[in-house]
């Protein structure tokens, strides 16, 4: 906790100082940081109550107020009473207020592209995909509306599935580098005499950020096994585990397989449900060491 503690602080130095907010006034406006987010919530929300304002914001009232004074003294909104409840102050902006917020928002705009101007493609969605994460975790809940697809495997792709089995189970199961181990195993053997016929994979990605994976590959003529189903802490809840399943099992009904089969362990329940929900069928239960190995299956 200390370092995470101490890593959390060094980024908002960072970042602060990369965006200008250190700076007293914004943009080159005579307006602060506080101002500025005043004006974009009454440009996004329209007519709003000014205790609405302080409780979105977390200002005090007092200092609202003053705030708000100002920009109407300078013609920018137009303070009034609720036609609801006479004892509440509703604010909007005024024609020029709103003028002047898309110059300035324009002007940010402007700012961030010449920021992102020297990335390239892919690191960007890796930014983007960062923060969308920063706000999921610490604001807990996920993002209104976000959406994945999923895509064939792409170089890369077959190294980042061992490395996140490897690292995800680790911190959840506490498996070490045996099982690691096994997943690159079993990545070498789907490419060694890869019949994409008959075999294919899916890369899940959130926000341009892989997010989870699963593998159809041959067992027999007429068997198919599921193999590698993973889907990341922060992407899970979105229906992506039951979509990637889907994509196997039409894949190897299209592909002429009879029947489908997967392994699995015991303590990985919610993959466990995933599979019960998509038809499959607890057939055989190993005891190794301290986890037991399951078979499912299901005719396609």
């Not at 009473?81 to 002047?100: C, F, M, P, Y």
Request: with cysteine; net charge neutral.
């Amino acid at each position: 906790m200390k370092r995470h503690v101490t890593e959390v602080r060094a980024f908002n130095r960072f970042y602060t100082r990369l965006i200008g907010v250190l700076e007293q006034r914004v943009l080159g406006t005579p307006y602060s940081l506080t101002q500025m987010r005043v004006l974009f919530e009454l440009d996004h929300r329209g007519r709003t109550e000014a205790g609405e304002l302080r409780r979105l914001l977390g200002i005090d009232a007092g200092y609202l107020s003053r705030i708000l004074a100002g920009f109407e003294e300078e013609g920018l909104v137009l303070r009034g009473r609720s036609t609801v409840d006479a004892r509440r102050q509703v604010v909007e902006l005024t024609g020029k207020g709103r003028a002047n917020f898309a110059d300035f928002d324009g002007r940010a705009a402007e700012d961030v592209r010449e920021l992102l101007a020297g990335v390239t493609d892919e690191d960007r969605e890796r930014l983007v995909g960062s923060m969308a994460a920063i706000e999921e975790i610490l604001g807990r809940a996920p993002r209104a509306g976000r959406s994945y697809v999923l895509r064939p495997p792409r170089t890369g792709d077959l190294g980042w599935v061992v490395y996140r089995h490897g690292v995800l189970y680790g911190q959840e199961q506490g498996w070490g580098m045996d099982f690691e181990a096994m997943v690159a195993g079993i990545v070498a053997a789907y490419v060694d005499g890869h019949d994409p016929r008959r075999e294919a994979g899916w890369i899940a990605e959130v926000d341009g950020e892989r997010a989870g994976c699963v593998f159809c590959v041959r067992k027999d003529d007429e068997t198919a096994q599921l193999r590698m189903l993973l889907v990341e802490p922060s992407a899970r809840g979105m229906g992506i585990g039951t979509r990637l399943v889907d994509e196997c099992v039409r894949f190897a009904r299209a592909a002429g397989y009879r029947r489908m089969v997967l392994w699995t362990r015991d303590v990985l329940l919610g993959a466990r449900r995933i599979y019960q929900a998509t038809g499959f069928e607890l057939v055989e239960k190993r005891p190794e060491g301290d986890v037991v190995e399951e078979i499912w299956a299901r005719d396609l």
